[in-house]
């Protein structure tokens, strides 16, 4: 079982690593005793909020990449496949797999009255707004099209 201290420490540990920087340099910018900083990587120690955040401000991380790289662990760790964040309201409660991508070749009017009907079957109202935030640059995955 992997604890969460041991996943934070480890995405911290492969951000400093990737970025070729030693604990020293880290443990001095984020105003951090180097023996601390090498007890949160290894796991050993909690790191809280408030440290966790000097820590990846000194690596130029935000924390919410650490912590999705930390979740990634943990869902690894427990078996089952990471999956996007969490959604909030009425359309968290949908099932996992309820909607499907539509066929590159199908027009958007069929399209929508094909997503209507599937809303329709998981009990999603028509008249529904589903807000979807838009992607922040660190987000993004670029795909070669073929």
Avoid: F, N
């Amino acid at each position: 079982m992997t604890l969460l201290r041991e996943a934070i420490g480890d995405s911290l540990r492969r951000a400093r690593l990737a970025q070729h920087r030693t604990l020293r340099e880290v443990s001095t910018s984020a105003r951090v005793s180097l023996g601390y900083l090498s007890e949160v990587e290894r796991g050993r120690k909690e790191a809280s909020s408030e440290l966790l955040a000097a820590i990846c401000e000194a690596l130029d991380v935000p924390l919410s990449r650490v912590l999705w790289d930390v979740s990634t662990i943990m869902a690894g760790a427990d078996g089952s496949a990471p999956r996007e964040p969490a959604l909030t309201g009425p359309a968290a409660e949908r099932e996992p797999d309820a909607a499907e991508p539509a066929p590159a070749d199908t027009e958007p009017a069929a399209t929508a009255s094909a997503a209507a009907e599937q809303g329709a079957k998981i009990g999603i109202a028509e008249d529904t707004r589903i807000v979807i935030p838009a992607p922040r640059a660190e987000m993004l995955v670029l795909v070669k099209g073929m």
